[in-house]
């Protein structure tokens, strides 16, 4: 953090194989959150945090693998993706990232405009204007070498399955003049935070401290969890500084518990949590005693801890993005709660397709159903009035009429790729696209007489798609977009015509496909 404070936005690397979906190794799992409090407690220029992405992943990695790696960037405020991809060495360099052109030879070719696409909407979505996050966890950094501490991954994944957003907080930045205490609230740049997490070290600077302890003077509110600082990292002031002052924040031998330890005039409440507390240990703590909320409240589904949400406000809308990042089982349904002014609408990135999402408001709050595939995000974006929009498609939702079958047709065989599809990865081992050929399917239908394309909205529906979950779209020869995990469906109404229509999917062919009419 204290190199990246002097560039232009902070940034991290995923290579080399770091995390796969599903997988949270210590000390990567939340590498995206170092990136992205650098470029927030620093201030940079419209909120962009980079991410060198898939170095040394090797020519084996699927596209529903990069899609779930990117979200995980993404719902961790990373928004600027910079993939290793095209390199005139292909596939002979050893620095072997997936080469999604390889000079011809690699069949998926076509399914990287999707992922392009797709990601490029999330980021233009969710840089500029401002994030919304609730705590800032103070950043131990250095004061590792000096004497007993944790790092601040295990709290940091606990409070993102509790669906409550962090930044890392340098001590030197939280002491220093440009961080201000504003009531309840603890100000810097564009951020505000009402919750201060002091992490477990047994060395503290004492102008950190002292800061904590104003601002629960003030109404903050104050975690301590684990271990509480008990020496001095400042000249001039004794461990008995820290002591004093650790008392005053949490008081003398506090146990852990979920309850305040003190409370103050102003509001002010401060708290003593286990050195690796559950998502429920922090809710109950943080909401039920302290009565601040999270991002998003799940008032109805089963998160199995892999329901994660991001918050910023842009052009005075408040966008949300939703990521379910469990990579096994069934669609979810989730009841949600969220404070915002005006209308949800569900922006789906994937599909390029804006949805009404029907709501109940209470106040400031509102509620909403939404149905999430397994590795699927969608950004629910609030509008100020409400507008003419479909609304999104439930799993189970009947279409109006019978469904129209695509009949395959036979298209010339591709030619295999060659064996220059391998290439050499670091140690020598190979690596190869998981498909030696493109399978294109090909579908003609004709379209009913009497079926009014004005009124209604026709899906594209693939029943499977294998060896992997993505397809690339044209529709009558112009591109249509892409899916790349379920569901398995993607809106071809605007591109369609009366009388007989031809469809590609690409690479990969489903057994069957056919088109669903639904109502607009």
Sequence with gaps: MRLQKYSDMGGIDLVCRQMYPGQRPHDIYQTPKLGSSITHVYGK???????EMFGAYGQDITYPQMKWLTDQMQVRGVNFMIPHSFNPKSPNDRDCPPYFWNSGFEPRWPLFRVYADWTSRLSLMLSGGRHVCPIALLFSGNLRRVGKTAGPEDMTTALQDALFDCDWLPMEVFAGAGCSLDGKQVKLHQERYGILIVPPTEVIPYEALAKAKEFLDKGGV???YGLLPT???????????IAALSAAIWGDAPQAGPKALKTTPAGGRSYFLSEKPTP?????????????????EVLKGQTDGWLHVLHRVKAGRDVFLVCNQDVKGEAKDFRLRAT???VPECWDAMRNELTALPHRRTGPSVEFDITLEPMESVLVVFQPESRPLPVRLAPDAKPIREPIPLVRVSVPAEKPAPP???????????????IAAADPFVGQCELPADLDLAKSRVMLVMDSLAPEEAARVTVNGAYAGGIIGKPFRLDVTPLLKAGANTIRIEPFAPKTAHLAVFAR
């Design 420 to 434: 220059a599809t391998t290439q050499a990865a670091p140690g020598g081992k190979l690596t190869r696209s998981p």
């Design 222 to 224: 104050v975690v301590g």
């Design 231 to 241: 020496k001095s990292a400042t000249i001039g002031k004794t461990d008995a500084d």
């Design 45 to 51: 220029d419209d909120d962009v945090t980079m991410c």
């Design 280 to 296: 429920e240990q922090l809710q109950e703590a943080l909401t039920g005693d302290a009565g601040v909320h999270p991002t998003i």
């Design 340 to 342: 915002a002014e005006g």
